[in-house]
């Protein structure tokens, strides 16, 4: 089955940098990557994705891109804020509707 | 705005307990999912449910069973509940049809002692 393995597991950025996730993936087939965010003691919540067939996708400060032959993609986040501050997860479709989830970024915005 | 309820916010249970966690969502959407949560891992899906009465193994099933009687409503059960099932327990939802976006219930904490 899929296995989606994400980069770093802890990321502390200073207010108004960038911040950067990265995952690979292991199933050739999967063709729709999203990233959801869940702040503290809440669901998590999809804030961008990306199907096979685009290379980049960008709304506002955050940013999605993937490379098939590598099978990464990343997730990039520009200008960070404390809002910013919570855990990301990526994750893959292969097939049907079940995603597969990477283990998690928790990610610091320190003001 | 969809809505993805769960019964329970925080559950304590004994070992041995039947424990039952219920899940509801009001779009009418085909698709339903069961996932436990632990730092470091990620979300891991035990089962999902594709339509009324069926239902699929996931990633790590052992332990629990569900049920989906009716379309809004899939519920994991924990026939036996053990000290290695303290976890936070996430239902989600898709639509169907190509949409994949999964909309998620606000989770509940199961500690078992």
């Known amino acids: 089955g899929e296995n989606v393995e994400q980069h770093p597991s802890t990321l502390s950025v200073q207010e108004g940098d960038s911040a950067v996730i990265k995952c690979t993936y292991s199933?050739?087939?999967?063709?729709?990557f999203p990233w959801y965010k869940q702040e503290l003691g809440k669901r998590p919540q999809l804030i961008i994705d990306?199907?096979?067939?685009?290379g980049e996708k960008k709304d506002q400060r955050i940013a999605v891109t993937l490379n098939k032959t590598a099978k990464h993609f990343s997730l990039h986040i520009t200008e960070t804020q404390p809002e910013d501050s919570a855990v990301y997860f990526c994750?893959?479709?292969?097939?049907?509707?079940?995603?597969?989830f990477g283990g998690g970024t928790r990610v610091l915005v320190k003001p | 705005d969809v809505k993805v309820t769960q019964s329970s916010r925080y559950l304590v249970k004994r070992t041995g307990e039947k424990v039952f966690l219920e899940c509801v969502q009001d779009m009418d959407h085909e698709n339903m999912f069961w996932y436990r949560q632990d730092p470091g891992l990620g979300l891991r899906l035990i089962y999902f449910?594709?339509?009324?009465?069926?239902?699929e193994k996931g990633d790590i099933p052992e332990g629990y069973s569900v049920s989906r009687e009716k379309k809004e409503r899939f519920s994991l059960i924990l026939e036996s509940a053990s000290t290695n099932q303290t976890s936070m327990y996430l239902c989600?939802?898709?639509?169907?049809?190509?949409?994949?976006?999964?909309?998620f219930g606000p989770g509940t904490r199961l500690t078992v002692t």
């Open positions: 199933d050739s087939a999967s063709n729709y």
């Open positions: 990306i199907r096979s067939n685009v």
């Open positions: 994750a893959a479709r292969a097939a049907g509707n079940k995603l597969t």
């Open positions: 449910s594709y339509d009324v009465k069926m239902k």
């Open positions: 989600a939802s898709t639509p169907g049809a190509g949409v994949y976006e999964q909309y």
